[in-house]
């Protein structure tokens, strides 16, 4: 099965303390990623503070992530919107960029459009590109979900839908769409770290990760050993990663995992409001995760 990867890290983005964007920092960051257990990445992503991020941000990183490091992994823009014209739009600029391996798209947000509605919105914003799209299926931020029954009908009329971070937290929904979707040209990710290893013996390929930012080669590892059968030792390095992941959301994602990569060195810099620091007591709990993770 050809796949973006295993473990397809959702990068932080640095910025400068003015809140501008920080290219040089985001592109070390990517590097660092891709040299330590990512197979690709999603840049601009939630856990990279897209919606506070401009659309000529977006695009200036896009092009330079896809520059520099798309030689080393998959390269995934995040271009999903809750207004269908604007996303179109976005996303016919984003697939003129070289080196854009796919789109992740998510749900519309807020606006919680039905079925039909949500059909609508992502065979318009299939229409607009060739690229490989990923659907981000997210009820706890969107506020509704696509169903394994509409992704079906996208994926049968337009074969470039061609994958989903699947993050409702229902193992059956992930189950339903393999069985709908059978075969390996359609790609189900993980999109809890927690879930990852149970998302894996119902037909998903890998994670779309947040604690890859300071677990990667463990995650992949754990990945490549379900794989190959040895469900022991995929077990225990899943059990070995359940206090750092816990303390990757201990409150509201990026707040933990870019604190966290600060921690370890990376030029995470500051964060854009409404995201902040972590509280004195979350960032003890953090600190205390990652140094029992790293000893």
């Known amino acids: ?21 920080n290219i040089e920092n985001s592109v070390a960051i990517a590097h660092h990623l891709l040299d330590n257990g990512s197979d690709g ?3 601009c992503g939630t856990t990279g503070e897209n919606p506070s991020m401009s659309k000529e941000d977006k ?24 207004d269908t014209k604007s996303s179109v739009e976005f996303v016919k600029e984003v697939s003129k960029i070289d080196g854009i391996d796919g789109l992740l798209v998510v749900v519309p947000y807020y606006n919680k459009p039905n079925q039909q509605g949500q059909y609508l919105h992502f065979k318009a914003i299939a229409e607009a590109t060739t690229l490989p799209i990923m659907v981000y299926n997210v009820p706890s931020r969107v506020g509704t ?14 074969p470039h839908v061609c994958a989903i971070k699947e993050a409702s937290g229902n193992l059956m929904i992930a189950s339903e769409i393999k069985r709908l979707i059978p075969g390996d040209d359609f790609m189900v990710y993980s999109g809890d770290d927690g879930l990852t290893l149970p998302m894996l013996s119902v ?41 750092i992941i816990k303390a990757m959301f201990i409150t509201t994602n990026p707040i933990p995992v870019k604190y966290a990569a600060r921690k370890i060195g990376l030029p995470a810099g500051v964060f854009n409001l409404p995201m902040c620091d972590p509280s004195a007591d979350e960032a003890a709990y953090i600190d205390k995760a990652l140094a029992e993770y790293v000893k």
């Open 145 to 158: 979900g696509i169903f394994p029954t509409t992704l079906a009908q996208l994926h049968s009329e337009y």
């Open 59 to 82: 695009l200036a990183l896009f092009t330079a992530i896809a520059k520099e490091c798309g030689h080393k992994g998959s390269i995934i823009a995040n271009v999903g919107t809750n």
């Open 1 to 21: 099965m050809k796949t973006f990867g295993r473990v397809l890290t959702a990068m932080i983005t640095s910025f400068n303390n003015d809140g501008s964007l």
């Open 203 to 243: 037909g998903a390929c890998g994670v779309v990760s947040v604690v890859s930012h300071v677990a990667g080669k463990d995650m992949n590892a754990m990945i490549q050993a379900y794989e190959s059968g040895h469900n022991h030792e995929a077990l225990r390095i899943h059990q070995s990663l359940a206090d």
């Open 41 to 43: 990445l999603v840049v």
